[in-house]
C-alpha cells in the first residue's frame, strides 16, 4: 500500500535558522502531496500541496517540491521562528472518489530563540 | 466562521458506554472524513463518506459507526467503549472533483476513556 516516512524528530533549532524536514513516499500513480502544521492542542492546518511533479508548494516562508524521480517532497524554510514550533505531517491522496489521506508519523519541530 | 466544527471538545467516559462526536462543515464540500489520532500524533483514516457512499477502512472495529444526515454532517458513534479507544479525533471534509484533493481539518475531540 502507500506510505510516508519522514524524519524522526524532535528537531531542535535556534531562531532564524534554515530548516529541512525530508519526506519520502511510496504510492502507485500520480499522488496529490501536503503538508499539515498541527500547533499544540489544536487540528490539523494546511501548510501547502502539490499535486504533479515538478511543482512547487508554498506558503508562509514554507517550500516543497514535488520530485517524482526522487519520491520525495521536503519541507524547508530560510529563517525559522519560534512561532513556527509544532508538529509537521507530509501527507499523499490519489484522490478520485473519498480516498483519505495516508500520513507521515510527524516531526515535532522546536524552535529556541 | 468556522469551516469544520466537532463537538465536543473533550469527552470524558468509562468503559462499556455508547457516545457519540459530532462533525460539521460550511465549506459546501461533498466528502467527509474521520481520522484517528493515537498517542504517538500517528493520524490513519478511518472512514470517508461520499454522496452516500461509505468506505470503511477494514482496521476499524465494527463498534465504530458513522452516520450521516446530510452532506454538511458526518457524526461518529461508539458502541461499548474500550481503553484503546482513547485518542483525538478528527473530521475532515474536501471537495473531490479537479484534481487537488486537499482536506480541511476540524479542532479535534480528546476521547478519554476511563
Known amino acids: 500500500g502507500d506510505s510516508v516516512t519522514q524524519m524522526e524528530g524532535p528537531v531542535t533549532l535556534s531562531e532564524e535558522a534554515f530548516l529541512t524536514i525530508n519526506c519520502t513516499y511510496t504510492?502507485?500513480?500520480?499522488?496529490?502531496l501536503f503538508w499539515y502544521v498541527q500547533y499544540p492542542g489544536e487540528g490539523l492546518q494546511l501548510l501547502l500541496k502539490?499535486?504533479?511533479?515538478?511543482d512547487k508548494g508554498s506558503n508562509k516562508g514554507f517550500e516543497a517540491t514535488y520530485r517524482k524521480e526522487t519520491t520525495s517532497f521536503h519541507l524547508e524554510k530560510g529563517s525559522v521562528q519560534v512561532s513556527d514550533s509544532a508538529v509537521y505531517f507530509c501527507?499523499?491522496?490519489?484522490?478520485?472518489?473519498?480516498?483519505?489521506?495516508?500520513f507521515g508519523k510527524g516531526t515535532h519541530l522546536i524552535i529556541q530563540p | 466562521d468556522t469551516a469544520v466544527s466537532q463537538t465536543p471538545k473533550y469527552l470524558v467516559t468509562q468503559m462499556g458506554n455508547d457516545k457519540s462526536i459530532k462533525c460539521e462543515q460550511n465549506?459546501?464540500?461533498?466528502?467527509m472524513y474521520w481520522y484517528k489520532q493515537d498517542s504517538k500524533k500517528f493520524l490513519k483514516i478511518m472512514f470517508s463518506?461520499?454522496?452516500?457512499?461509505?468506505?470503511i477502512n477494514e482496521t476499524v472495529p465494527n463498534r465504530f459507526s458513522p452516520k450521516s444526515p446530510d452532506k454538511a454532517h458526518l457524526n461518529l458513534h461508539i458502541n461499548s467503549l474500550e481503553l484503546g479507544d482513547s485518542a483525538v479525533y478528527f473530521c475532515?471534509?474536501?471537495?473531490?472533483?479537479?484534481?487537488?484533493?486537499?482536506?480541511?481539518f476540524g479542532p479535534g475531540t480528546r476521547l478519554t476513556v476511563t
Open positions: 475532515a471534509s474536501s471537495q473531490n472533483s479537479g484534481r487537488t484533493y486537499e482536506q480541511y
Open positions: 504510492a502507485t500513480g500520480y499522488p496529490s
Open positions: 502539490a499535486t504533479k511533479a515538478d
Open positions: 501527507a499523499l491522496t490519489k484522490g478520485g472518489g473519498a480516498d483519505g489521506l495516508t
Open positions: 465549506l459546501g464540500h461533498d466528502t
Open positions: 463518506y461520499n454522496n452516500k457512499e461509505l468506505i
